[in-house]
């Protein structure tokens, strides 16, 4: 097999899973691990590909890689949905605490879903703090949700308020259960996100939350941003489309995470 078909072989594979690996790479194509490695030191010379240990992921996965909530909107909308609709069995009709929600594209499915809560007669309202603009603005017609904006800079990026106010308003309150977004959910690294702001926020969104609810799409399985903002065995749940494998699968039950599959 020449390069060319094997650069094509390792970039649709990429597109596939995300993440590629030396062995798996040399075994499929019957080359020796030297030979990949080569591949892939072409492939990233391209800016097609970033090296990882033991392989390669997309370049578009850079550990400071953020798009804007806009360009994120259309990405993998099927597992979105299917997260949010899975998250939102854990805030029934009979609920009768507060939520808070993050800012994000997999979290603003989430707040599409609940634009339309209802709860049972008798039940009170439900109480919503955020720190998006757009989840803010989606939930506020319903008169059954009490929503709380929290308050701060507002990064235009990702529609979401940080900094010193935001921290400190979010100090302030002990929700019964916090739904957050990742850029990355990492054996090795835990939860993080590319922005130190956003990371702030998310952290003290895991510390204040009785219960602590990731909602991540498989793209986000095995990656690494470059702030960490939680530890694995620090949240609770995680929401994704697709079985965690490998190492990530054995860490999250070490961590006594529990995994509900969309």
Do not use: C
Request: glycine content about 8%.
């Amino acid at each position: 097999m020449y390069a060319m078909e094997r650069h094509e072989h390792i970039l649709a594979a990429l597109g596939r899973t995300g993440r590629v690996s030396v062995a798996d790479l040399a075994d499929e194509l019957r080359v020796t691990p030297e030979t990949i490695r080569r591949d892939l030191d072409a492939l990233e010379h391209a800016g097609h590909v970033r090296r990882v240990h033991g392989g390669a992921v997309s370049a578009s996965r850079a550990s400071i890689a953020e798009t804007t909530v806009l360009e994120r909107s259309s990405r993998a909308t099927d597992a979105k949905r299917a997260i949010a609709r899975e998250a939102l069995a854990l805030v029934p009709p009979t609920f009768t605490g507060s939520i808070l929600i993050d800012a994000g594209t997999t979290t603003g499915a989430l707040a599409d879903a609940l634009a339309a809560w209802r709860p049972d007669p008798g039940v009170p309202p439900l109480t919503v703090y955020t720190n998006s603009i757009p989840i803010a603005a989606a939930l506020h017609g319903n008169a059954n949700l009490v929503v709380r904006i929290i308050g701060g800079t507002v990064r235009g990026i990702t529609s979401a308020a940080v900094g010193p106010a935001a921290v400190a308003q979010l100090a302030e309150i002990r929700p019964d259960i916090a739904f957050l977004g990742a850029n990355g959910v990492s054996a090795d690294f835990g939860l993080s996100t590319p922005d130190e702001l956003e990371a702030q926020i998310k952290r003290v969104m895991v510390d204040r939350a009785r219960l602590a609810v990731v909602l991540a799409d498989a793209s986000k399985h095995d990656d690494e941003a470059l702030q960490r903002f939680a530890a694995l065995d620090e949240v609770d749940v995680l929401i994704t489309d697709a079985p965690p494998g490998g190492r990530l699968a054995a860490a999250l039950a070490d961590a006594e995470v529990e995994v509900r599959v969309a």
